[in-house]
């Protein structure tokens, strides 16, 4: 009898979960994660961070970033790109 031959691809799938911070017309990758959980997870933190500071960014009249997430291909991204910190934006970051 024939042997059965497993054949088990070795490449990586190029898609991965991007969180986007989003400032007026500004849209910016703030961080890439191999899984959607993980990139739910720093949205979540991202976005209480946002929170926290919430009151300084109105006394100071600096608009408040969105985060979302959505699916991403690290081919995408630019040469220069680095992850955001949350609050990054208010040192010119984003």
């Known amino acids: 009898m024939g042997k059965v031959v497993v054949f088990r691809t070795t490449a990586r799938r190029d898609e991965s979960w991007a969180v986007v911070a989003r400032t007026g017309g500004n849209t910016r990758i703030a961080s890439i994660y191999p899984t959607r959980a993980s990139a739910e997870a720093d949205c979540e933190w991202r ?36 992850p955001l910190p949350a609050l990054g934006f208010l040192h010119g970051g984003g």
């Open 47 to 82: 976005s209480q961070q946002v929170a926290a500071y919430r009151n300084f960014l109105e006394r100071n009249a600096i608009a408040a970033p969105h985060y979302s997430i959505r699916p991403y291909r690290r081919a995408d991204l630019p040469r220069a790109w680095r």
